[in-house]
């Protein structure tokens, strides 16, 4: 049986623009068409009536860590967790994602394959879930942002088969994630925030070991991406042939040019730092990373509006699980972009259509047409009217079935 649903107002991320009176007719896991209500005849479906709603494309979070969940960020905490543990944490956060109107997540980093574990056990029916697309482990060099900064003695006993030291460990590293079940490769440029002795803008890796992980990958037909915050990282990895740049908040007008002459995405994770600042005062972060925060933060919204005037193709990303930016409230990102000038309407097409083209999934999902996914999601108001709306969804369909009403 069909079932249509009644849109008093649908956001169209093709053409920008909010359709009134609108019904998209959904068979099985697709939509099969999309019109206006008067020229519809539903006594033969379900019908599910939005008509008093802001209906449009499920969203699309291109950066978050299914596997945190927004802790102080104490990573010597992950020794004493089991993967078993891990993998249960992360298919809650998953399906929190889910619930706030996010029908699709990249998970950009995980501990023992849990992202790959619980991608397959959505994917099977198991569980009811976001769409998946992981990448295993980030990789990194020795003493960079993703190594584990634990005493010599304890070092041997975790997985170094991320760590990367030459062109040729590079290697080994995107194949062994993409053997165990990586939709992408992500590496990290640069340091970050949140790693202990590593300064935050100094790029970590060289031209070389980028370049060869993102030659697996186009061997593999996948994507890459990169966390990176200083200028000479990113401009390294954009030479490389990386697909997006993760946070790229502290941008110069040369990397900014790399980036459009290369088409290079920019997810721009601005909650993620804002977060950190915004709760530094409590007490359950180290100073350290409060104040390697504040750096990238205070730099970012300038390097923001220079890629919004310049064209850069920028992505809906909010690194979810990092501290105080907890799963199912990122949705306070769609403020802080139009507060970094972004509109409203162009954050929306962000967050579904420009993310299904990072994800090569274009002709899936990120809009509502006939032959995609019907995955629909509703709000109370007109987020171009009350962008805040944005962090309260209230309906939920993933292909084709409802999992909030």
Known sequence: MKTAIKCGMLFDSNTKKVLENMLIVVEGDKIVDVLPIQNADTNEMNVIDLSDKFVMAGLIDGHVHIGMSGQGGNSADSVRRFPGEDALTSLKNAQTDLMAGFTTLRDCGANSFNDVSVRNSINKGEFIGPRLFVCGASMGSTGGHCDSHYAPQLVEATPK???????DSAYHAARYNIKYGADFLKFMATGGVMSFGTTVGAQQLTYEEMRAICEIADMYGIHTATHAHGTNGIKAAVRAGVTSVEHGMILDDEAIELMLEHGTYLTPT?????RIVSNGETGAMAPWMVDKARQVLSRHENGFRKCLERGVKITFGTDAGTPFNFHGKQGYEFELMNKFGMKVEDILVAATKTNSQLLRKEN??????????????????????????????VFVMKGGAVVKA
């Open 364 to 393: 899936e999902i990120g809009t509502i047409e006939k032959g995609k996914y019907a995955d629909i999601v509703a709000f109370e108001k007109n987020p171009m009217e009350d962008v805040t709306t944005m962090k309260n969804c």
């Open 161 to 167: 088969h991320h760590i990367i030291d030459g062109v």
């Open 270 to 274: 601005i909650i993620a730092a804002e």
